[in-house]
């Protein structure tokens, strides 16, 4: 009985802790699907609550100057409230910065008629500078992006290699796959790399990312989507900036379905059937042939790795952008170095493994791509130029 009570006691106090702590944001804000005209801005706070984005040229008029057009998350018209938010900001002019604060008021209350409002909590604009970012141009001549893989929850390591971008006119950083170790829970992705990336660099800056083996792990991996939206609502798409037209793949799980590591749920054999009709529509699409250089990303390598799900992607994916002028792809999940001219390995493009410790910088213009490897130091490995197929 003693122990009941003590154990009703610990519960209520947990809890009137829970209700003491402040409403606060917890992780962002981060940009996803950078366009010409549009950008997605996400965060999450400890409560559920109503969320929003302002928007303000990027001038030198004080922010507080007037009403600013807000962006909400709505769906059908109607407000969402939650603790993961996203918000669609649309209209905006090609090659332009802006400036933004991301807001959210804390719902204490939901019913069918009737909602309460607590506390609300934003980005700080009147003792610090408001966030910038510029959209994509929607006919650049050049683009720069730099992309890392095989993090692994190693913040200190994220940090290190990524410390350059906010600095270094970077366009997009791009995560390849496996930045965490699997998804556990919110926490754990904010955890593992999520909030290091807020910070270092993409509440400015946008990341794409290319869902590793490792992101198909664990009780969250179904809410993979949620948390890093893709255009085509798929962990498989594609996106152009200038002259480069990027391709990004899911190699998905790297065992045979029926391993018991997969516990009866594998079922990416015919998830990569469906991926290779889609990638067939794909290197047919105008787009992708009038591209000055057309890039492939994707985590699981289809070369130097004997693997289900590295034979698979060879088997299904290879056959399909053979012949079809791919310019580079770029792979991890190897946690080795390894470079593959064009013709080896069955490909007739060249192919880059970049390892867990180093960064990949991709300058890009409309007559030659420059591909630069770098140490957490930020030391020039390797430099390889190709010029346009064109």
């Not at 900001?89 to 090659?95: K, P, Y």
């Not at 065992?255 to 990416?268: F, Q, S, V």
Request: overall charge negative; proline content about 5%; aromatic content about 12%.
């Amino acid at each position: 009985m003693k122990k009941q009570l003590l154990c009703a006691i610990a519960l209520l106090m947990s809890a009137h802790l829970v209700a003491q702590e402040e409403f606060k944001i917890i992780c962002g804000p981060y940009l996803q699907n950078m366009q010409e005209d549009e950008v997605t801005v996400m965060w999450i706070t400890n409560r559920d609550a109503v969320g929003w984005v302002e928007i303000a040229p990027d001038d030198s008029v004080h922010f507080y100057a007037e009403t600013r057009p807000a962006f909400y998350q709505s769906i059908n018209g109607r407000k969402t409230i939650g603790r993961l938010h996203r918000v669609r900001v649309s209209g905006l002019e090609a090659g332009t910065s802006y400036r933004y604060r991301v807001i959210s008021r804390e719902v204490t209350r939901n019913e069918d008629y009737f909602v309460q409002y607590g506390q609300a909590v934003g980005s700080d604009v009147f003792l610090h500078a408001p966030y910038r970012f510029t959209t994509f141009e929607s006919d650049p001549s050049s683009v720069r992006c730099t992309i890392v893989n095989d993090i692994h929850g190693k913040n200190d390591l994220q940090k290190a290699l990524l410390s350059r971008v906010p600095d270094s006119a970077t366009d997009f950083v791009f995560f390849n796959g496996d930045m965490a170790n699997h998804l556990s829970s919110e926490q754990q992705i904010v955890d593992d790399f999520l909030k290091t990336a807020s910070e270092t660099f993409a509440a400015e800056t946008p990341f794409f990312f290319s869902r590793g083996n490792h992101e198909t792990r664990g009780r969250l991996a179904y809410e993979f989507l949620n948390y890093f939206p893709t255009p085509s609502g798929r962990p498989y798409y594609t996106f152009q900036n200038g002259p480069a037209y990027f391709i990004v793949l899911d190699g998905g799980e790297d065992k045979p379905d029926n391993d018991i590591e997969y516990h009866g749920l594998g079922d990416y054999d015919r998830y990569r059937d469906e991926e290779a009709r889609w990638l067939q529509e794909i290197v047919q699409s105008e787009a992708f042939r009038q591209a000055a250089f057309r890039i492939v990303l994707m985590h699981v390598t289809p070369v130097n790795d004997s693997w289900h799900g590295a034979l698979e992607t060879r088997q299904k994916f290879v056959p399909i952008l053979n012949g079809h002028g791919i310019d580079l792809m770029l792979c991890g999940h190897t946690h080795q170095a390894y470079y593959a001219p064009a013709g080896e390995n069955g490909c007739d493009f060249p192919l880059l493994i970049n390892a867990p410790d180093q960064a990949v910088d991709l300058d890009i213009s409309d007559r030659q791509l420059t591909l630069t490897v770098r140490d957490s130091q930020h030391r020039t490995i390797k430099t390889l130029n190709f010029p346009t197929k064109k």
